[in-house]
């Protein structure tokens, strides 16, 4: 079945960086466009980023444009989400997800994806 696990969470300061990584199983890794998305406490599921299968589209929320950066490694059937310039609004649970469908758009809505890991936590504090 699929799975997804995200890991590389953790306490970072303000202005610092850190890199998730999800690992993808269970399914054809390299057809499907994979979401990185967000939940604070108290708020909402939120979009990041996105990349395309082969990795040559991206997009971004506003929210995080210039900061953070998706990838992903087809051969490895992973994903990946640098964070630079991290500030405090960026503490949230984040999660990678699996687009429902195996075409070529980049769906921002987290409805559009059908397999989601169990997140892993990234704490911004001074």
């Known amino acids: 079945q699929v799975q997804l696990v995200e890991s590389g969470g953790g306490l970072a300061q303000p202005g610092g960086s850190l890199r998730l990584s999800c690992a993808a199983s269970g399914f054809p890794f390299g057809i499907f466009t994979m979401g990185w998305f967000r939940q604070a406490p108290r708020k909402e599921r939120e979009f990041v980023a996105v990349i395309s299968r082969s990795g040559e589209s991206t997009y971004y929320a506003d929210s995080v444009k210039g900061r953070f950066t998706i990838s992903r490694d087809n051969a490895k059937d992973r994903v990946y989400l640098q964070m630079n310039s991290l500030k405090l609004e960026d503490t949230a649970l984040y999660y990678c997800?699996?687009?429902?469908?195996?075409?070529?758009?980049?769906?921002?809505?987290?409805?559009?994806?059908?397999?989601w890991g169990q997140g892993t936590q990234v704490t911004i504090s001074s």
């Open positions: 997800a699996k687009k429902s469908a195996s075409g070529t758009s980049l769906p921002l809505g987290a409805a559009e994806y059908d397999s």
